[in-house]
T-cell receptor
């Protein structure tokens, strides 16, 4: 049972345009969400997060939007750069008094076209 | 130093072998994790150590045995593995298990092939 889903396995975007990566979840208990970026032969690196008490969090070119009623979040990258080409994982967790653990989505491979 | 270092990068082992994966961090993090990632699948949590004690075991078969000798080191001992255990094994650390949500640092992984 995949509780965190990224339905687009791949996405290609022109350099300079906006990249939008989507993530859906089924467990309404999730209250914290994160995006990780993974280059080949490297481990995932943390990108940005959002708590369920917010609907938007911005960090430079990266913005994450959360729609709790739709159980949907998205990552916007503006403007997209060639170095953004990577696999992006959405992850979610439930606050559990220090016993939190991450549930990852299946990932979306983003390719930025120069 | 914001690195999590995993050794070896690649490992090929037979089903009767005993081997160990190693993970090291010097960021003073008190929580360390083992994840398993199969091709085109998300990372799946295996074990969590918090303050050098095992806090989560995600029903992992006993042929995988974790060990945390000290706060900087995390090992995964492998014995009698099956070919289906072939995967990328990722180690991660965070300041505290309760604050994994803020930032977890991952190593580059060990690519394990069981023959």
């Amino acid at each position: 049972d995949q509780q965190v889903k990224q339905n687009s396995p791949s996405l290609s975007v022109q350099e300079g345009r906006i990249s939008i990566l989507n993530c859906d979840y089924t467990n309404s208990m999730f209250d914290y969400f994160l995006w990780y970026k993974k280059y080949p032969a490297e481990g995932p690196t943390f990108l940005i997060s959002i708590s369920s008490i917010k609907d938007k969090n911005e960090d430079g070119r990266f913005t994450v939007f959360l729609n709790k009623s739709a159980k949907h979040l998205s990552l916007h990258i503006v403007p997209s750069q060639p170095g953004d080409s990577a696999v992006y994982f959405c992850a979610a967790s439930i606050s559990n008094f220090g016993n939190e653990k991450l549930t990852f989505g299946t990932g979306t491979r983003l390719t930025i076209i120069p | 130093d914001t690195e999590v270092t995993q050794t070896p990068k690649h490992l090929v082992m037979g089903m009767t072998n005993k081997k160990s994966l190693k993970c090291e961090q010097h960021m003073g993090h008190r929580a360390m994790y083992w994840y398993k990632q199969k091709a085109k699948k998300p990372p799946e949590l295996m074990f969590v150590y918090s303050y050098e004690k095992l806090s989560i075991n995600e029903s992992v078969p006993s042929r995988f045995s974790p060990e945390c000798p000290n706060s900087s080191l995390l090992n995964l001992h492998l014995h009698a593995l099956q070919p289906e255990d072939s995967a990328l094994y990722l180690c991660a650390s965070s300041q505290d298990q309760g604050v994994i949500n803020t930032e977890a640092f991952f190593g580059q992984g060990t690519r394990l092939t069981v023959v």
